[in-house]
């Protein structure tokens, strides 16, 4: 599907499984992103000549199809970072950070990205509040009932992936956000494995903050978005400040800052990434998300039910809805399996993949991941299924 549109899979023989991490790019994203090194370089929002003007016009229109493409209210409400891992430190550090005290509650789960993990133990560390886990049912998963459980009247944040990077569970964030907000409790979604394969909707969801990634969704690396409610964003506290981000400032220590988006964007950003994911918004916009959800998760079941065949193999997540399938080669270490594959171009990921806390679930510290996206095929998955069939090699193969 759409494999043409892809340098990369037309000029070599590569089996790219690992989409979790990081997409493909199409020529037309690489092509905008070329265009503005080579045809109008310039900075955004501080020249009065043709080429910044049209700089910041491409840089705000990207703001704006974000908007459309998550159904925001209002275009100030999208933000600039680097990733999402920048989005979710700028939400913890940059709001709860100053709206959270000793003793108040925050509720993860055990299969969260390390970025959604981390910041709140730092901020555990300095200012005392309670990191609590919502238990996953047999499956690893969320259920509304275990989230009540969770939920005390100490308890003023919920933060979870929407589809998780390891299980792949994929979590019903309105029932999620109906139950926050009956209960005075503030919502962040992590949406870095679900913004290109399912559509989000942060008006219908009722996300209160949203973070992800370009690079995940067809874009260049080093852009993220974070998605705030007008309301709390206005309350946010910068956490750079330099260029761009002042109305004025004297000598004296007297400043102003600018409105949202801006006052949240010190510095120059990264232009060429901003218009990189304005195309590959258009890209996604194209091909539809509704068509590429549909032929990805008929492609999962394909796969799984292809390495269902092989009783060495160990899978750890058949029946989530997602894109994602983590396994074992019974005997062998993830990353000799990964060696071993790649010795016939078929990339996985194998390791923790930076959620630690999940061997406290599956009682197994790594896995392999296949992680699976639109330009993936059957064909795809057939060889692969070869290879493991002679895995029994693998020893001579990989010493």
Known sequence: MNRDDFTILRDSNLVYFDNGATTLKPDMVRERIDDYYNKYTSNIHRGDYQNSLMVSELYEECRDKVRDYINAKHSSEIVFTSGTTASLNDIVFGYFKYKLNMGDEVIISESEHASNVLPWFKLQEEIGIIVKYVSLDDKNEITIDNLKKAITNKTKVVSLAHVTNVIGDVRDI??????????????????????????????????????????????????????????????????????????????????????????????????????????????????????????????????????????????????????????????????DAAIYLDKYNICVRAGNHCAKILKDVFNIANTCRISLSFYNTRREVDLLINVLKNSKNIWEEIL
């Open 174 to 335: 309105k029932s999620i956000s109906k139950l926050c907000h009956d209960n005075n409790i503030l919502l962040i979604v992590d949406a870095a494995q679900s913004i290109a394969h399912v559509p989000v909707d942060v008006s219908d969801m009722d996300i209160d903050f949203m973070a992800f990634s370009s690079h995940k969704m067809y874009g260049p690396t080093g852009v993220g978005v974070l998605y705030g409610k007008f309301n709390l964003l206005q309350e946010m506290v910068p956490r750079n400040y330099g260029g761009d981000m002042n109305a004025i400032f004297t000598r004296d220590g007297y400043m102003e800052l600018k409105d949202i988006p801006s006052r949240l964007e010190a510095g120059t950003p990264n232009i060429e990434g901003v218009i990189g994911l304005s195309r590959a918004i258009d890209y996604i916009s194209g091909i539809g998300i509704d068509k590429i959800s549909k032929y990805e998760h008929e492609l999962r079941d394909y796969l799984v039910s292809r390495l269902k065949e092989l009783d060495f193999i160990t899978l750890y997540n058949e029946d989530n809805y997602s894109t994602t399938v983590a396994f074992n080669i019974k005997g062998v270490f993830s990353q």
